[in-house]
């Protein structure tokens, strides 16, 4: 079973800069497509970034696009989203989850999540 922990979350100035880690463990973060969805009070959870099992493929929500980054480091079995130019929408609880790959599909290990909060 994997866990997952994140980290890195505060509250930051608009325009400003977070990292957020994510800290896999239980098993090697390489058997898993990783990403970081968020949830703003009295909204769904959205999905924000992905990355493949080794790094070499993402995707990002339009929200999100030219802003943030996704990265992985498998031999440290951490994953990291690099958020620049923060703004106040994107405060909110920010997940890291996990698919296993040749599974359903689906994120299906999640962490308990960090807040972001972004003030104007």
């Known amino acids: 079973q994997v866990q997952l922990v994140e980290s890195g979350g505060g509250l930051v100035q608009a325009g400003g800069s977070l990292r957020l880690s994510c800290e896999v463990s239980g098993r090697a973060s390489s058997y898993y497509n990783m990403a970081w969805f968020r949830q703003a009070p009295g909204k769904e959870r959205d999905m924000i970034a992905t990355i493949n099992w080794n790094g070499g493929r993402t995707y990002y929500a339009d929200s999100v696009k030219g802003r943030f980054t996704i990265s992985r480091d498998n031999a440290k079995n951490t994953v990291h989203l690099q958020m620049n130019n923060l703004k106040p929408e994107d405060t909110a609880v920010y997940y890291c989850?996990?698919?296993?790959?040749?599974?359903?599909?689906?994120?299906?290990?999640w962490g308990q999540g960090t807040q972001v909060t972004v003030s104007s």
């Open positions: 989850a996990a698919d296993l790959i040749g599974g359903p599909g689906v994120y299906d290990y």
